[in-house]
């Protein structure tokens, strides 16, 4: 009996310090980028794609603004479901399977190619961790990570 009342305890826990929304982007940025040569070059559908100089850009698409470099983007955020980081993550490296020789090509011909992950979470006691596979998997592929941190809620009420 202890032992479910722990686990339940936990599972409160987890749900009350982990996140509400999770998502990995792989992203590809270039003033020269074409995102259709891109596309066939990596053998991969993105997410969201355009060119430098573009009117209404990215996932707002906010009219008047002119995209300052073409990017080519490929996120988890309409494939996965749940808000484990490490499986948004996982998803995104198994999509680039075989593609390291690629990516190092682009960033030696000077293309910002990076991973974000956006961490959308109420609590204030909350954070993303990295295992080391996960880590080994990224650094295969030169790949820096980063956390796009989001807490929506009061530390006060997190500390009462």
């Known amino acids: 009996m202890q032992q ?7 599972r409160t826990l987890e749900r009350a310090t982990g996140p509400e929304r999770v998502r990995a982007t792989f992203r590809i940025y270039h003033p020269d980028l074409e995102p259709e040569k891109l596309t066939e070059l990596l053998e991969i559908t993105p997410s969201i794609a355009w ?12 009219p008047g603004f002119k995209a300052p470099s ?18 948004h993550i996982d998803w995104l490296l198994d ?19 990076d991973v974000v992950v956006g961490w959308h979470a109420t609590s204030w006691n909350t954070t993303p961790a990295l295992s080391p596979d996960l880590m080994r998997r990224l650094a295969k592929l030169n790949l820096p990570i980063w956390f796009d941190v989001y807490l929506f809620g009061s530390e006060e009420k997190e500390i009462s």
């Open 4 to 10: 479910s009342e722990e686990l339940l305890e936990d």
């Open 70 to 87: 073409g990017g080519w983007l490929l996120s988890s955020r309409t494939v996965m479901r749940g808000n484990n980081a490490s499986s």
């Open 51 to 62: 060119r430098g100089g573009e009117d209404s850009y990215g996932w707002r698409k906010r």
């Open 95 to 113: 999509q680039l399977a075989g593609k390291a020789n690629m990516i190092k090509d682009l960033q030696n011909r000077g293309f910002m190619i």
